[in-house]
């Protein structure tokens, strides 16, 4: 049998795979050293500054009460020209709030305060002659009162003053009852002076349109806004015992031969009368808000208005 040589085959050669082609080439990548700056010092780096911290606006004579509040008011409507609300200064020692609420607060007072004034404004432009005048009512060779228009001066003001008393003394409203019996009530004196004014023969008349659209705001007003009445309430029975006396005091020297009317009688000092009103009004006032306090500044303007054509009845 013959041998069988086996030979090995040759072995395949080895296949070199071919290169990815995600395989990036070789870069001769110079490393170089980089110098980071130095930081500043603390000092010099640039912080936030701290949030400047707001107070409230605060009107003239607020700390004092929303009568004195009421004052200035009347004062600027006087003489505008040396007494504004934009001119006084601001008072000290106002409450502070969180920032949030300080800004909502601030911006709404804001627009308050623009309203106001814009519309106190207006209201001088339109009575510049006509609001508070009681105190400063004689012109020189024109102020001639007679007695018929001093008898309608009274009408219309025992109906104002019928009114407020009435509203004070009727309502239920917690607010009024401060106020009941205070002294200062003119209603039932001004009768007494109308009875005598007819005994002499003169004719009562019935109650002018500015008596009687004054009475009927008022009568709306007391329902719908305590604030805003009492501010009515006040400046009433303050125009009267400051302006109104000396109103009446011309009037008796001039026409009635010196007699004291019983409208300007009091059983006692009127003057603590009317501070006795005022401290309970401020006392009342610090529960209010100061959308209520500014809305008190307006209606003083009103009150003024109302008032000032009441007492023009005189010389008409």
Not at 12 to 25: D, K, Q, Y
Not at 97 to 103: A, C, F, L, P, V
Not at 255 to 282: C, M, P, Q, S
Not at 290 to 295: G, I, S
Request: hydrophobic share 35%; net charge negative.
């Amino acid at each position: 049998m013959p041998l069988v040589v086996l030979v090995p085959s040759a072995a395949a050669p080895l296949r070199r795979p071919p290169p990815s082609r995600f395989v990036h080439p070789r870069r001769n990548l110079a490393l170089t050293r980089t110098r980071c700056a130095p930081s500043p010092p603390a000092e010099a780096q640039s912080v936030k500054p701290p949030r400047p911290r707001r107070y409230p606006k605060q009107f003239p004579g607020e700390v004092v009460g929303v009568a004195e509040e009421m004052r200035f008011v009347a004062m600027r409507l006087r003489n505008p020209k040396k007494t504004t609300l934009k001119d006084a200064k601001r008072s000290e020692g106002a409450a502070e709030d969180d920032e949030s609420e300080e800004d909502d607060h601030e911006v709404k007072e804001q627009e308050d305060n623009s309203e106001l004034e814009e519309e106190e404004e207006e209201d001088e432009e339109e009575d510049n002659h006509e609001v508070a005048e009681e105190g400063d009512s004689e012109v020189e060779g024109e102020w001639m009162p007679s007695i018929e228009g001093f008898v309608r001066y009274l009408v219309d003001s025992k109906l104002v003053f019928d009114t407020v008393e009435r509203v004070v003394a009727g309502s239920t409203d917690v607010a009024y009852v401060y106020f009941r019996k205070g002294g200062l009530e003119r209603s039932a004196s001004i009768e007494k002076d109308l009875e005598w004014f007819r005994e002499q023969g003169f004719e009562i008349p019935e109650p002018s349109t500015h008596g009687s659209n004054y009475a009927a705001y008022l009568s709306e007003l007391a329902g719908s806004n305590a604030p805003a009445f009492l501010s009515h309430y006040y400046n009433i029975y303050f125009s009267h015992t400051t302006g109104g006396l000396a109103i009446g005091k011309k009037i008796c020297d001039k026409i009635l031969e010196g007699r004291v009317l019983e409208f300007y009688k009091w059983d006692t000092d009127a003057e603590l009368l009317l501070k006795d009103a005022r401290e309970k009004l401020n006392e009342l006032s610090k529960h209010w808000s100061r959308k209520d306090r500014n809305l008190c500044l307006k209606e003083t303007a009103k009150c003024f208005q109302y008032m000032g054509r009441i007492v023009r009845l005189i010389i008409s």
